[in-house]
């Protein structure tokens, strides 16, 4: 009888084991998945804020040619 017991013990200990693993994993990954999120928002800003940059430069340049344009007397 004893050994049954033990035996109820033992699978017991181990069945809570897994789930404290299983918890610890799922854990883990919301903390690796949130981390991924965060640094594809933060990279799709610099994407955004680079192509913005670019674009104002390129209208800067093409409004500063236009006006030596202008001056030069080409239209």
Do not use: P, R, W, Y
């Not at 994407?47 to 800067?60: G, L, M, P, V, Y």
Request: hydrophobic share 35%.
């Amino acid at each position: 009888m004893a050994g049954k017991g033990l035996q109820d013990l033992k699978q017991h200990v181990q069945g809570a084991a897994q789930e404290a693993v299983t918890a610890a994993g799922a854990s883990a990954q919301q903390v690796v998945d949130q981390a991924t999120e965060a640094g594809q928002k933060a990279m799709d800003q610099v994407a955004k804020s680079t192509q913005e940059t670019i674009d104002k430069t390129a209208n800067q340049a093409s409004e500063t040619f236009s006006g030596f344009g202008k001056k030069l007397g080409f239209k």
